[in-house]
């Protein structure tokens, strides 16, 4: 099965962009086929909050190596105080 799965590996990633995702969220389905629907709800929600505050230009937002390195600093801290005696 192993062979079998690795071409199809193979193929799947010669499809185009969104072929692919497309693939992927069916595979991703097939593992939990069961919908839970206050989940989907909710993130219907939550999506449409985020749209309309980006479209209102009350979200900010920011470029993601801003966000990166930001959270890069944030873990390179935090290993310090544990490095440090006594934490």
């Known amino acids: 099965m192993l062979g079998k799965a690795k071409n199809l590996l193979t193929k799947a990633l010669e499809l185009p962009e969104k072929a692919r995702a497309d693939l992927a969220g069916r595979l991703i389905l097939s593992l939990h086929p069961r919908v839970d629907?206050?989940?989907e709800a909710a993130w219907a929600e939550e999506i449409d909050r985020r749209?309309?505050?980006?479209?209102?230009?009350?979200?900010r937002s920011r470029p993601w190596g801003s966000i990166?390195?930001?959270m890069l600093a944030t873990?390179?801290?935090r290993a310090r105080r544990k490095a440090l005696p006594g934490s």
Do not use: I, P
Not at 51 to 59: D, T, V
């Open 75 to 77: 873990q390179r801290a």
């Open 51 to 59: 749209r309309e505050g980006s479209e209102e230009r009350k979200a």
């Open 37 to 39: 629907r206050d989940v």
């Open 68 to 70: 990166k390195k930001s």
